[in-house]
């Protein structure tokens, strides 16, 4: 079975300081990784994505991710995070089966950047 | 591209009344859609998946009768809430798939729903 495991529940950082938010998956099969966002009172909005080539990933508001299979890893960095970052972030994988794909979300992780 | 549009944003409904929360697809096709329920500070819990023009598959322990998911056309999804009770409070998320299918969900913004 597959899984997801996000190793933080709340990050606090200071403002302009870099930040590394942990995710690491477990599954038997290939799969794609995700680092989603969301804001208080909204949806999920995508920020990076790892299909398949290079392994370092770069993503939107200055995120990237780097996938590391032999560690089963996919955590996301920022080298200055601003106040505006706070919010909370999850890690998916989506895996193959029969009817598609399914997606596989980690419990998130929440970002509080201090001033 | 790949919008998805949830309205209403926030309801507030009587216990024993039904509440419908719409997901639409503004600019693709979604053959797929995805609904979610998420509790304060929890990640998101699949509730159902959607499928145009035939029946939702609902996950184990999602009340099927009390979650009524109708997909009845490329670009519209919604969840009824029916009779509810303050229990079902909680904010309610759905997503789409679109074109290739790689796992990459577009959601919609949510829906807050407070039942009295």
């Known amino acids: 079975a597959q899984s997801v495991t996000q190793l933080d529940s709340q990050v606090p950082v200071f403002e302009e300081a870099p930040v590394e938010l942990r995710c690491n998956y477990s599954?038997?099969?290939?799969?794609?990784l995700f680092w989603y966002v969301q804001y208080p009172n909204q949806g999920l909005q995508l920020l990076l994505k790892?299909?398949?080539?290079?392994?370092l990933v770069k993503g939107i508001n200055g995120f990237e991710a780097e996938f590391n299979k032999s560690q089963t890893s996919f955590h996301l960095r920022k080298p200055s995070v601003h106040i505006s970052d706070t919010a909370e972030y999850f890690c998916?994988?989506?895996?193959?089966?029969?009817?598609?794909?399914?997606?596989?979300f980690g419990a998130g992780t929440r970002l509080f950047v201090k001033a | 591209g790949a919008v998805v549009s949830q309205h209403p944003s926030w309801v507030i409904c009587k216990s024993g009344t039904s509440v419908k929360i719409e997901c639409r697809s503004l600019?693709?096709?979604?053959?797929?859609m995805f609904w979610y329920r998420q509790f304060p500070k929890q990640s998101l819990m699949l509730m159902a998946t959607?499928?145009?023009?035939?029946?939702?598959?609902?996950e184990q322990g999602v009340e099927k009768d009390k979650f009524l998911i109708n997909h009845a056309s490329l670009t519209l999804s919604t969840l009824t809430v029916t009779s509810a009770h303050p229990e079902d409070s909680s904010f309610y998320i759905c997503?789409?798939?679109?074109?290739?299918?790689?796992?990459?969900?577009?959601f919609g913004e949510g829906s807050r729903l407070t039942v009295l």
């Open positions: 998916a994988v989506s895996v193959g089966w029969s009817g598609g794909f399914k997606t596989i």
């Open positions: 790892y299909l398949s080539g290079s392994t």
């Open positions: 959607s499928n145009e023009g035939s029946k939702a598959t609902y």
């Open positions: 600019d693709f096709q979604a053959t797929t």
């Open positions: 997503s789409a798939k679109r074109g290739v299918d790689t796992g990459e969900l577009f």
């Open positions: 599954s038997s099969v290939s799969v794609y």
